[in-house]
């Protein structure tokens, strides 16, 4: 079976489409640290800021971490530190943006949380055509999750993005 180099990522319009497309991922064998998530200040305090009486696994992530949101940066707030628990998060100032997993530990160890072409730059670095990229960031401004994550072979892909699509996500590539 051959490797799938491309980056599987999608976007989701909701909490409980982001809950179901995330649990797919932990379910095919993927650990909470293989995901990437962006979505706005206003998306995560929306969908994730107070309890609703729901434990998810990525809800849990943003209760974990808002307790740590001063901790992170004061451009972070609780908003941004809410994905903390997926891994790294950072935020990048002026946009509203919160990010977590892998790629929030390459833009920080980068030095690009503060730029805003350093999410852009990493995306298209992962071969994510900058037109898509137009397209994901204006579905994070309309209130969209992002999520994203790297295929260990062409089956997963396969069934992740079937899984995606399932779950309500939009503009899932790979």
Known sequence: MATNKRYLTGIFPDRDSAETAYQGVLDRGYDKDD?????????????????DGRPTE???????????GAGIGGVLGAAGAALA????????????LVIA????????GAGAGGAAGGLVGALVGWGIPEERIQKYEEGIREGGILMGVNPRN???????????RSA?????YR
Request: no cysteine; hydrophobic share 40%; aromatic share 4%.
């Open 85 to 96: 628990a997926v891994g790294s998060s950072i935020a990048v100032p002026g946009l509203g």
């Open 35 to 51: 995901v990437n998530l962006v979505m706005s200040d206003e998306t995560r305090e929306r969908h994730f800021g107070r309890e």
């Open 154 to 164: 062409d089956e997963d892909a396969t069934h992740l993005e079937n899984h995606w």
């Open 58 to 68: 990525l809800g849990n992530k943003a209760s974990e971490g808002a307790g740590i």
């Open 168 to 172: 309500r996500g939009a503009d899932i």
């Open 101 to 108: 997993g892998p790629i929030a530990a390459a833009l920080a």
